[in-house]
């Protein structure tokens, strides 16, 4: 498909065939970087037993600052290229591409240094104990050393889908995923590398992808593609990158706080295998709020572009389509935790083992509550990718400093005093219900105040 006939499908295609396009590849490329966790997860539970499990639940703050580093980058260069490109401004478009390049290698850089050279302080902050201290630090040490590879790639992979290659994107993902399951047990299991095996697997298989995806920015061919071009670096283009990346840097950066509040409480109230149980719950709804976060993605090209040449109508179509189908996810992970919270568990941990059985005991209970009013989550995380996609990333940074920060770190202080471990548990629930009148409150002032007046083109 030609330049010109990608940018007119984008104006002119019906919304849903369209949404089903651009999410779809989306949807399974973001599912399927939540599947490194669970991959993981799932080897180490197998062979390395429950205080790995610990040691990697320990790792996930530190694992979520790293992803807001390629996000806060590779978001706002997708971002802006897509609003570019709705101008017809290609020029400008090369230059973000490159922008984004180089800016997601100075962050890969500096975060995986100051990671890897601070590892053992940041893992006592964080609560690591002696016996699980060891394996937090194997596998976080690893993945800080090729840390600037792995941002490379999920920025580039980014800017990728936003710019009319969602399947491409897609693709991607899922070598990477495959590599990663074929190359995890070789290291962890039969090389006996344990949860150093595990850190390698995926570090490995990212450098896969990544050569996947230079391989398409350096054909001229493309819409966007590397010019190799020496620039000073623009002001105001690093500005736009990082103003509208800043809100999933900040969403990831309070889920890392919240998480650490997590795991000192659970270490209080249930020791150890809390933290473990804690941590294979976090990654299963990890796992719906990406393949909510691909539909958002897919959503961007959409919305980015028409709001770019001024189509409110077209904008506000495809963004009630994109709550429909958020809700519609995140409903389907309710039904599943209500009914097998315990089977899921149990993916996770060696049946023989009485420490493993604790975790699945503990996990299993708190799935049903966490997840009580999870239904509603999907329509916040499409609304938040919206103010984004449309260049409005203070009211999309509120909205997750809300949910994180107003809402739950003081039910999370309060309601364990109350309650005990139970009110761990519900604190998130309760959290959800208040981000949700707040997100829904602020969709409806925005429409009212800022989409006034429709372009009368077809929005299917």
Not at 132 to 142: L, P, T, V
Not at 336 to 353: E, K
Not at 386 to 415: H, T
Request: with cysteine.
């Amino acid at each position: 498909m030609s330049d010109r006939a990608r940018l007119t499908e984008l104006e002119q295609a019906p919304i849903l065939p369209l949404l089903l396009k651009y999410s779809l590849p989306s949807i399974i490329g973001m599912a399927a970087m939540s599947l490194y966790n669970l991959i993981d997860a799932y080897y180490i539970g197998l062979w390395c037993g429950a205080y790995a499990i610990t040691g990697l639940a320990l790792v996930f703050p530190i694992m979520n600052i790293m992803v807001a580093v390629a996000s806060m980058t590779g978001i706002g260069t997708a971002a802006n290229s897509s609003i570019a490109l709705g101008k017809g401004d290609k020029a400008l478009a090369f230059r973000i591409l490159e922008h984004g390049l180089i800016l997601g290698l100075i962050g890969g850089c500096t975060i995986g240094a100051i990671i890897y050279f601070n590892l053992w302080d940041i893992l006592q902050l964080f609560g690591a104990r002696a016996q699980s201290a060891q394996e937090a630090y194997d596998f976080m040490s690893i993945c800080a050393v090729f840390f600037p590879i792995s941002a490379t790639f999920m920025n580039l992979n980014f800017v990728m889908r936003s710019t009319g290659y969602p399947l491409k994107a897609m693709w991607n993902m899922l070598i990477t995923v495959g590599a990663n399951i074929i190359l995890a047990p070789i290291f962890i299991y039969y090389l006996d590398w344990g949860i150093i095996g595990a850190s390698t697997a995926t570090v490995i298989s990212q450098a896969i992808g990544l050569i996947f995806v230079f391989k398409h920015f350096c054909n001229s061919k493309h819409t966007v593609h590397l010019r190799w071009r020496v620039y000073k670096l623009s002001k105001n283009i690093v500005k736009k990158i990082y103003f509208i990346g800043l809100a999933p840097c900040l969403m990831n950066v309070c889920s890392c706080i919240v998480i650490v509040f997590y795991n000192f409480l659970f270490l209080s109230y249930e020791g150890e295998m809390g933290v473990a149980a804690f941590g294979i719950v976090n990654r299963v709804m990890f796992l719906y709020v990406m393949i909510v976060m691909g539909l958002s993605q897919g959503l961007q090209p959409i919305i980015g572009f028409n709001h770019g040449i001024g189509n409110y109508a077209r904008c506000k179509a495809a963004l009630w389509r994109g709550m429909l189908a958020g809700s519609g996810v995140t409903t389907l992970a309710f039904v599943m935790a209500m009914l097998f919270s315990q089977h899921i568990m149990g993916l996770f941990a060696d049946a023989n083992d009485p420490s493993a059985q604790r975790i699945i005991t503990i996990g299993s209970e708190g799935m049903r509550i966490i997840m009580i009013f999870t239904p509603i989550v999907g329509a916040q995380i499409i609304v938040g990718g919206f103010f984004q996609s449309i260049g409005k990333p203070l009211l999309s940074i509120f909205l997750s400093i809300s949910r994180q920060l107003l809402y739950l770190v003081p039910l999370l202080y309060i309601m364990p005093r109350i309650w005990g471990v139970p009110g761990i548990w519900w604190a998130p629930a309760l959290a959800d219900i208040l981000a949700a009148i707040t997100c829904f409150y602020l969709l409806r002032r925005f429409m009212k105040h800022a989409y006034k007046h429709n372009i009368p083109l077809n929005s299917h």
